[in-house]
């Protein structure tokens, strides 16, 4: 039989999308007080040859990078960041309201990487104020691997590196 136990604390990212380079160290800064300076982060690269999702609100050439923080949090913290992080594309809107950021926050653990979003789907699970979570990549024979959902950006080599990357570092460095 199993038993309730509190799961481990799990390592936060947020992947920053847009066009303008110079605005992302200001979200960045927004980001600082709750989960401290990046500790790793991906190249930047181009988005808009994975989608034109967001492009008539944000434009053409939109570049992406995903930033791992310092600051280790519950899972249930997810809910709160996905709201700090729409409050941070708000805050940078243009004068017409289109952001010029897209903010998409997620965590880390061991055994999987979980994103969150504002829409449902039936892979999605409810967690609470609006907020979904979406197990985008599970970890088998010693690296991340995709699911028929996962976004095409993060089924990309250099993005699955860099997750393995990080989880190995977790692993080492808070003895999971």
């Known amino acids: 039989m199993s038993h309730p136990k509190t799961p481990p604390l ?12 110079s605005l992302w160290e200001k979200v960045l800064n927004f980001l600082k ?9 991906s190249k930047i690269y181009d988005f808009s040859s994975f989608t034109s999702y967001y492009a008539k609100e ?7 990078g995903i930033y791992f923080f310092e600051k280790l949090k519950p899972p249930e913290y997810l ?7 729409y409050e941070i594309e708000r805050n940078f809107a243009d004068s017409s309201g289109n952001r010029t ?3 998409d926050p997620g965590y880390l653990g061991l055994l999987k990487v979980i994103l969150s979003t504002f829409k449902d789907y039936a892979h999605r699970i409810y967690l ?8 985008t990549l599970v970890y088998r024979n010693k690296t991340y691997v995709e699911l028929p959902w996962t976004y095409p950006d ?6 699955i590196e860099i997750f393995n990357k990080v989880r190995a570092w977790y692993k080492e460095n808070f003895k999971c």
């Open 79 to 85: 809910i709160e960041l996905k709201y700090k992080c």
């Open 128 to 135: 609470d104020k609006g907020v979904y979570a979406e197990v």
């Open 10 to 21: 799990q390592l936060y990212f947020v992947a920053v999308t847009g066009r303008d380079l």
């Open 58 to 64: 944000m434009g053409e050439n939109l570049k992406k």
């Open 33 to 41: 007080p709750e989960l401290g300076s990046p500790i790793f982060q």
């Open 154 to 159: 993060y089924k990309q080599p250099e993005i």
């Open 101 to 103: 950021v897209n903010l």
